[in-house]
Every structure is written in C-alpha cells, then in structure tokens.
C-alpha cells in the first residue's frame, strides 16, 4: 500500500506520521509542498505541526499551496486524504471538510491523552476496528471545532461526525471536551468519508512505551481496510 | 557622533575599561568600534568577573568530545552517537517582557545546539518566580510558559522536563533557564573555529532589524524604576523561520560545504563573526552593504549590535555558495555572502566603501578584562534547636497537606500540559517523574535529562547547595535508571560587584565543582548570568544544573509510580532528621535559618551506584529519589503517580515521627521492590555498605502513615494538583 505525506515549511509531525505508517506497512513517501504532483497514493496524509508559522490563519497558506491543488483533486476523485491536529486545519481550509478550528476555549495549548468515541464504522478509516472508544493523543492550541447551525444539520444527517471526545467509557460529556469543540467534536469526515480530518494524533500511540497502543490499532486496521 | 568617556559609560562601560580601550588601540574609538567594545566586553559575553572560578571546574571526562567554549556541551552516548547539551538563561529579557523573553530563550538555546550539527530532541526548563502573592507573579508566570511552549511547540522538539519555583526574592528578577539536548553523529560535528585565507563568510536566516540592539548589555546590569525604558532591548522571537532555518542548516551540514558555523546569538555579528576569527586565529572583513537588513537606513553600528533572532554565520569551502544558497531558497530564508577571511588578524568593516571599523580581534577577546573580584566567605549558620512542643501539637495529616499543595512542591501539570512533550515520538518518560527520557530515534538506547537548583540551600551555605545541586541531578537522572554522564549549567548570581554575592558565587562553583570532580560528572558547557537585582536587593543564588545521563536499553528504564499490591518499599540512604531549611522548616515552623542538610559525596555515589546496580540486575520496580519535602512527600508522589497506596510500618529510627518523615537528608532513594528479591537486594545493599530500611508494603488506595493516620490517594491527589491551577484560574 502506497501512501504520501505532504512537507509544508513549519511541518513538525511528518517524520513521526512517516515512522509510523511504515511500521504499520505502507510504503510512504515525503512529499514537498512545491512539487506540482502527487505520487501514487493509496492514502496522502497532511501531518501535524505549524505549517507557515500558523501565520494568518492555521492551516490556510498551506491549503493554497501547489501541491494542494492535487490533493483535492485525488480526494474528489475518491482518494483516502487524512488531516491530522494541523492537517485537519488545512483540510478546513480547503473546504473539504466543513467548518473551521477556532482557539481551544481556554486559550491555552494543550498536551495530553484523551479518550475518543467512534461514531462511525461505515467508512475506510474505522470499518472493522473492534474497539469504540480509543485513547489518542492532543496537542494542540486550535482545536475547538465549530460550524454553522446549518452546518451542523448537514453534517449530522451525513453521519460524518468521525470521532467525539469522551472519557474511556465513551461517555460524551461536556467535561470530557479539552478544547471546547461543538459537540465534543474531535474528527469529522467529508460526504463521501474519504477524506478524515482529527485533531488527536494516532502517530504518537504507536508502542507500549509511548503514551499507549491505540494508534496501533487504528493503522493496522487502516492498512488492512485498504488492502 | 563623538565618542568620549561619558559615551562608553551609557555603553556599560567603567572609565578603567574605556581608558584601555584607547590604550589598545592607541587612538579613540569610533562610535561602532565603541558598540562593539561594549557587547565583546560585558560581563554576559566576555564572563570577566566569573572566568577565573569557572577555570576550576572539572571538564574532561571519558565520554566528554567536547567541553566548555563551544556553543555547547558534547558527549559520548555510545555506537558512534553524540548528544549536545547546554543551558542558558533569558533572565532579564523575560522579566521585561515575558513572552518574548522565554520564547527567544528557547530559540537561542535550540540554535546553539543545532549549530553543532545536531538536531534538537529534548527541551528542559527551569524557571523561577517571585512569591506567588506578588502581583507581578501570576502574569509573567502565564507569560514565560506561553512563551517557552510558543517557541518549543512550534519547532517540534518535546519539551521533557522541568522545574518551577517560587520565592520573594524573585520579584524583581525572575529566572528563565532553557536547555536544550541535540542528538549527532560523533564524526558530524560542526564547530565555530574559522580556517583558511579568503573562504566566503555567509549570512543566512533572518533579515536583521533593530530590535534587541544590547541586549546583551541589558543582561550584564541592574535593574531599577526605569525598566519599562528597556523593553526595545528584548528580542522578539519567530519559531518559524527558526525550523526552517534548522532543516535548511541540517541540510547543508550533510554535505562537505561548511568550514565553520556560528549562531548570532548575545551580541548579534559582533560576537559571531569575531569568535570565529579568534578560534581560527584569522581576521574578518565584513561589507555590512551586504547583510540583510529589514529596515532601510540602518547604521554599522545598529547592523553589529543587533540581536534579532533566526540568523547564522557561515565560513563555507570556496566554491559551495551555488550549493548552499539553492538549500537556503528552498526553505525561503536570506542567503548573502557578506564577507570573507583575511590574514589580517582584525576586524575589518566595510559601509558605503567606507573603512567603519578597524579592530584587532585580539583586543576584543584575549585583552578583554578580567576580574579577580573580593568575595566573602560564608559561615555555615548554627543549627536551630526544633521546638519539641511545637513539634508535638502538629498532625502529620495537615503536614503533609500542606507540603504537598505548597507551590514548590504542588504538580506543575497545568505548566507542562501546555509544552508539547510528545512530538518526536520518542517521550518515553513525560514530565513530572525524576528525570525527562527520550529514546535516541531508532535504537535501543534513550537519554534522560534533569534540570534543577536549590535556592534556599546556596543561599543559607553556598558551598554546601552547590554540591548539593549536582548530587540531586545525580540522582534524579540514577532514579529513572540513566547512568549519569556530564552536566551543563547555568549560574544565576546578583552583583558580581557586591563581596557577599560574589562570594555566593565563588562557593557554589567551588562546590559544584567539588561534586561533579567526586561523581566523575564533569561540567561540559554553561553560562553566567550575574547582576540578577534590582536596586540593592539580589536573588537568592541559584545554580541551576542541567544533568543528562544514558539507559543503554530503555526497556530497563525505571518510573516513580508504585506498581504492584504486596510489592515492598525501602528506603536507601540514613535518615538523620535534618530540619533546618528544609520545607517543613520554612512553611510549617516558618523558620528560615540554620544550615542545608550536609551533602556527602561518598554516600552519594555508593547509594547510586548501588542502586543503578539493583536497576540492571531487574530488582528494582519503582524508584524515586527523596528531596524537597522528605520521605513522606516522595512517598505521597509515588502513590499519586501509580494510584496505589502503602501501609507504613513504624520505623526503627529513634527520632521523632515528623523529623523522620519531612527532614531533607541527601543521598537517599524509595524504591519498590518484589518480596522474592528483599533476599538479593539487601544482600547487595549490604555488601556495598548502603544504609537501608523497610519501610511499607503497596496496598490498594490509601497511604496508611499509623494505626491513626490514613489518608485516601484521591485526597492526596486533590492536596497536590490544585493548587497550581486554582492559581492561576482566580
């Protein structure tokens, strides 16, 4: 299986994204946000970090840069595209997914586990795993997700609401949110549940002796879903 | 603008100093030179009241490549590997404007490191606040912490480890210490020292501008009513350009172009270009037309003075311009030749085809001043009788209450949650243990790191709190299982000028210097940071050290956190009562005289080697080391960590109760063990003469202290982790 990680200037969880989706089996490449195309991918990855300094907006000079305009065309034509922590702030800024990620509530950047509730199993990234709840890892200063009541509606009735902050037992309660997302929102998906975008980061719980194995089962599953 | 002895006064300058100035160069100065002058001879970067006492430490050492006076520290881990350390305050800058001063603290620590060649994996910090009733504390605390993880997060490197703390006599000066730990290959190395005729001198990274223009002189005074004044004097940070001038440096650093390589840190170019023609016993010539400036009509004087932040000085091999500038526009970032090496043995500066400055480097560096300043000794205070009825009316409950929700001793979580401690995918052990751990990426081995000071015992007897300082490293670093290797450290005094803090000074290195010659823990890099005042009144001194050591296989690595039901607890290390300036001393009985418990360096080292020996034989299943608070305060953090809890047994020790639980006596570990190995283990323990006791045994939930006395782990988990986040809330 073949996957690409896009480098944006300011990257800082490429490396970490790159590590773990070999050791899961995948035959990544580093991708450079100047290149015009895409390699062939089975799954293109938007890493964590502070693309562009976060300056104007997190996540927004990178989604216009020239390499984005080949990933949205492979995930309109269906391709996997999975935007993690500031992945998923360009993904917003694409409009790939809806909504935006404003300033965690308590306007201060946080760094921990947390637990997360899957909502749905219907799509490449969840099918088949055997656990509903998973302790991941954030860290992160804008992650509290919002969107228009409308919006909301939308993407309720689309079932593409693909992760929700819970504790371990999978109870989703407002003090459960770190960040103040709308709903507990931790990760949506767009329509089509081809392109994913989460704040938590399953790359850094990839062995016993990091902060816990969920990330493991998330990418063995991934793998073996697009097999 | 004429320069005159009233000029190179406003510079920092004492009249002794400009007088030789003159001498040297057999003429006066020009107003650039001057400027120069005063940033290679303040006391920040010339070290000219505190060079002959750092002389005395010990440096060398078996796994030692390189010691002081580079831009950092480098060891031996083994397999061809090397780490690079070194720790650096950003006092005074933090203090005037916080954010900016702890985030371009950390900048400036990360780039001394990956000047060297390595790439940063660990950031550790110690900073240190006035009395939280203060009402500047709660501000510039928020501010500090926003600013190390503003700077950190953006770059990437998890930030492992830290210490806080709290104490009036930081309310007008607080600290900010950075450290920062590099991984590179031992034949990858990249110095500052400059060789060969006519190589090209490239600026690369930032474009400089006019801020933090003396800096560095700002650091090496006191501060008074009119500080506000000073605030264009601070640095304002960019993390951004910083990681890709890191990537883009990496990058070049893995080819053959770069002769020699120098951050622009304290003192700007000034400091960079002529460190590197003095190493390389070379001259400079520097066409300051050439350096990228970010505001038009900026003057020689400003473009040498400046310390904007992001910005490298390289001497390249002839011929490698092509090669590096394609590198540095692939990340965006300034490239310019700005010069080159000359045989002339001076600084030579071209503006506007004009000569501007003429100096011979040697003046400015070997002919810089040195101070044998007066210092006074210090006595060791008598020690203080405890009063046995006060004593007597205390419940250990409310003690221990009120020790573990004390600000220095309380969980600085809401501190470290906000540092990304896990980028890199290496944290193997998170802030809040003995040490920070971090595997070296794709290898069995992991390095382990810890940062501390001890204010309060330096200030009661220096010599005693410098030693004490390197032990406590010593065996934050045993307790998760790392044998230690080498330290950096970071040395923040008052006056120099004044007898008693020169004294202060002079005691801690001496007994930092005593310790680390005795653990074979040698001192590989540092820094001073003096005139830490306001007005008359100075902090306490407070050397911090940054200790690192190896675990050679990280699956031995070793937590605090009680692990298992009816595993048993011991104590290593006697327990003697001593009080005086221990915690319990100073906020239970509020006595603040008397001595720092007595540090014995050959108790030291036999109860950590003994341990460490426990470790790698597997016997040992938890381990903390005893400091602030006692043996029941360590305890209590076991039990908090692991969510377990221990049923005392009463000890043998013939002093009182309290005296036993919260005394601070040096050399002493908890550790947990399995009841099959009390056999093997005190046979070790008493084949190496280590003292030892049993002192409990893990149970679930709840820390039995006597048949009387129970307190639940949620209790003491509500003692420890609100005080901090109540602070800052309200």
């Not at chain 2, 006492?53 to 061809?80: F, S, W």
């Amino acid at each position: 299986m073949k996957s690409s990680v896009i480098t944006f200037p300011g990257s800082n969880c490429d490396r970490d994204m790159d590590v773990a989706l070999k050791k899961f089996g995948f035959n990544n490449k580093m991708v450079w946000h100047n290149d015009h195309e895409l390699p062939n991918s089975d799954l293109v990855v938007l890493p964590g970090g502070f693309s562009y300094g976060d300056y104007l907006r997190c996540g927004s000079m990178a989604s216009k840069s020239k390499i984005m305009q080949s990933v949205i065309n492979f995930a309109k034509s269906g391709g996997l595209v999975m935007g993690i922590c500031n992945g998923f702030q360009i993904l917003v800024e694409t409009g790939l997914v809806p909504g935006v990620l404003l300033r965690n509530k308590y306007l201060e950047f946080i760094c921990k586990n947390v637990f997360v509730k899957l909502d749905n199993k219907n799509n490449k990234y969840f099918k088949n795993l055997n656990k509903d709840v998973l302790e991941l890892h954030i860290a992160h200063n804008e992650g509290n997700y919002f969107c228009t009541k409308d919006q909301l509606k939308e993407i309720e009735d689309n079932n593409q609401i693909a992760v929700y902050y819970c504790n371990n037992l999978g109870q989703i309660e407002e003090k459960f949110n770190p960040n103040g997302s709308i709903k507990n929102i931790a990760g949506i998906f767009n329509k089509e549940k081809n392109v994913l975008g989460m704040m938590p980061h399953p790359e850094r719980m990839i062995d016993q002796n990091l902060s816990g194995e969920d990330g493991s089962l998330f990418f063995k599953n991934l793998i073996n879903n697009i097999k | 603008m004429l320069v005159n002895e009233k000029v190179a006064i406003e510079h920092g300058l004492k009249v002794d100093e400009y007088k030789k100035i003159c001498n040297l160069l057999n003429r006066t100065p020009n107003i650039t030179e001057l400027g120069i002058f005063s940033a290679m001879w303040n006391e920040h970067c010339s070290y000219k009241s505190s060079k002959l006492h750092l002389k005395k430490l010990p440096t060398k050492g078996k796994k030692v490549i390189q010691g002081p006076g580079e831009n950092a520290g480098v060891i031996d881990v083994e397999d061809g590997d090397a780490i690079v350390f070194k720790v650096e305050s950003h006092n005074h800058p933090s203090f005037i404007e916080p954010y900016q001063g702890a985030a371009t603290g950390v900048g400036g620590i990360m780039r001394d490191v990956f000047t060297m060649g390595a790439r940063p994996i660990a950031n550790l910090n110690s900073i240190h606040f006035g009395s939280p009733q203060h009402k500047k504390t709660k501000n510039l605390l928020r501010g500090v912490v926003h600013g190390i993880g503003g700077y950190g997060n953006c770059m990437g490197i998890p930030t492992i480890a830290g210490q806080t703390s709290f104490d009036s006599s930081y309310n007008g000066n607080i600290l900010v210490n950075a450290m920062t730990l590099g991984l590179v290959k031992k034949n990858k190395i990249f110095y500052s020292k400059a060789a060969g005729l006519n190589k090209p001198v490239i600026y690369v990274g930032s474009k400089t501008g006019r801020d933090g223009i003396h800096g560095a002189s700002m650091a090496s005074a006191s501060f008074d009513e009119k500080i506000e004044d000073k605030k264009p004097t601070v640095q304002v940070g960019d993390p951004f350009t910083e990681k890709l001038l890191l990537e883009a440096c990496l990058e070049l650093m893995a080819g053959d172009s770069i002769i020699s390589i120098q951050d622009m840190g304290a003192a700007g170019l000034t400091s960079s270009s002529i460190e590197m023609a003095s190493k390389g016993n070379l001259g400079i010539e520097i066409n300051l037309d050439k350096v990228p400036c970010r505001e038009s009509k900026m003057t020689p004087y400003e473009i040498m003075l400046s310390e904007s932040q992001e910005r490298m000085l390289i001497v390249l091999e002839n011929g490698k311009e092509d090669i590096a500038k394609k590198i540095f526009d692939k990340w965006n970032l300034d490239f310019a030749v700005i010069g080159k090496t000359t045989n002339s043995k001076n600084i030579e500066l071209i503006f506007n085809n004009e000569k501007v400055a003429n100096i011979p480097i040697n003046n400015l560096v070997e002919n810089s001043p040195t101070y044998d300043r007066k210092w006074k000794k210090s006595k060791l205070p008598k020690k203080n009788k405890i009063k046995k009825e006060v004593v007597k009316k205390l419940k250990i409950k409310d003690v221990l209450k009120k020790v573990l929700s004390s600000p220095n001793v309380c969980s600085k979580e809401w501190i470290w949650q906000q540092y990304d401690h896990t980028v890199m995918g290496d944290t193997i052990q998170k802030p809040g243990g003995d040490s920070g751990v971090v595997r070296i990426h794709g290898t069995n081995k992991a390095v382990a790191a810890s940062i501390d000071s001890s204010a309060v015992y330096c200030w009661a007897h220096p010599l005693t709190g410098g030693k004490q300082v390197v032990a406590e490293s010593w065996r934050n670093l045993i307790s998760v299982g790392a044998t230690p290797i080498a330290i950096t450290n970071c040395l923040n005094f008052g006056s120099p000028e004044k007898e008693e803090n020169m004294g202060e000074f002079v005691e801690c290195v001496q007994g930092i210097g005593e310790a680390s010659e005795y653990l074979k823990f040698p001192v590989v890099s540092g820094n001073v940071s003096f005139y830490n005042q306001t007005k008359d009144v100075g902090i306490k001194p407070t050397p911090t050290i940054g200790g690192v050591g190896l675990i050679k296989d990280y699956n031995k690595m070793i937590t605090m956190n009680f692990k298992e039901n009816d595993n048993l607890v011991l104590i290593l290390g006697k327990t003697e009562g001593h009080i005086d300036q221990s915690l319990f001393a100073r906020t239970i009985l509020d006595e603040k005289n008397g001595p720092p418990p007595e540090v014995n360096l050959f108790n030291e080292k036999n109860n950590g080697e003994s341990l460490l020996n426990l470790i790698d034989k597997n016997l040992i299943k938890s381990a903390h080391d005893i400091s602030l608070g006692g043996i029941l305060t360590a305890i209590a953090k076991m039990c908090i960590k692991g969510d377990k809890g221990i049923k005392l047994k009463r000890s043998k020790n013939l002093i009182n109760e309290i005296e036993y639980f919260f005394s601070e006596d040096q050399g002493r570990y908890i550790i947990e063990i399995n009841p099959k190995d009390l056999k093997e283990v005190t046979k070790i323990l008493n084949k190496n003469s280590v003292h030892h006791e049993e002192i409990g045994v893990i149970i679930d939930k709840e820390l039995i202290i006597n048949e009387k006395t129970k307190v639940t782990i949620d209790e003491l988990k509500s003692y420890n982790t609100n005080w901090l986040t109540n602070y800052m809330s309200k």
